[in-house]
């Protein structure tokens, strides 16, 4: 993937365009809508597997969280291929009651050599400064700080974790 293509990965991740919101959807029903977008599919599989394509993603169910009331998470499933070879990585998003992002689990994957979130480590310098671009006018000074604590320390799936966060509040 190119700088360039990593820029609007980014920008559509970060700056929508987003669907206009029911006044009557649950916020289980918005975050699913939000992660049903293929773009936003997209920008999550460039952290998870960096340098694979996106062959499709599907919601396989949502359930409550143990010991959290209200809380809850939302299951997909990603395929995915580089060059001829295929893969698929399930991963589970968690909201709190409000469906405020949380964070992530991998679920599964069958990947051999593209574990998640790996290679992304390695490229992170180059991720990091095309996202940190992309997004640095819609952030606060503590949430810059914040990022750029994530790109010098390469943590792929903390960074992830964060945009998502950013994004999908935006995205209400």
């Known amino acids: 993937m190119s700088v360039r293509t990593l820029t609007v990965v980014a920008l559509l991740t970060l700056a929508g365009p987003f669907t206009a919101t029911a006044a009557a959807e649950s916020p289980k029903e918005k975050a699913k809508r939000l992660l049903d977008e293929t773009g936003r599919a997209k920008a999550v599989l460039m952290f998870l597997h960096f340098g694979s394509t996106l062959d499709d993603h599907s919601f396989n169910r949502s359930g409550p ?8 998470y939302l299951e997909y499933e990603y395929n995915w291929s580089v060059g001829k070879a295929t893969g698929t990585t399930t991963l589970s998003f968690f909201f709190d009651s409000n469906g405020v992002f949380q964070n992530i689990q991998i679920d599964s994957t069958d990947a051999v050599f593209n574990q998640p979130f790996d290679l992304a480590k390695l490229s992170i310098k180059l991720i990091g400064e095309a ?14 700080r914040t ?7 390469a943590d792929a799936k903390k960074m992830l974790e964060f945009i998502l966060l950013i994004d999908l509040a935006a995205s209400r």
Not at 65 to 72: A, D, E, I, Q, W
Not at 131 to 144: M, P, T
């Open 147 to 153: 990022l750029r604590k994530l790109i010098d320390d």
């Open 65 to 72: 969280v143990n010991n959290r009331p209200g809380h809850f």
């Open 131 to 144: 996202v940190y671009e992309a997004a640095k006018n819609k952030l606060s000074d503590a949430d810059k």
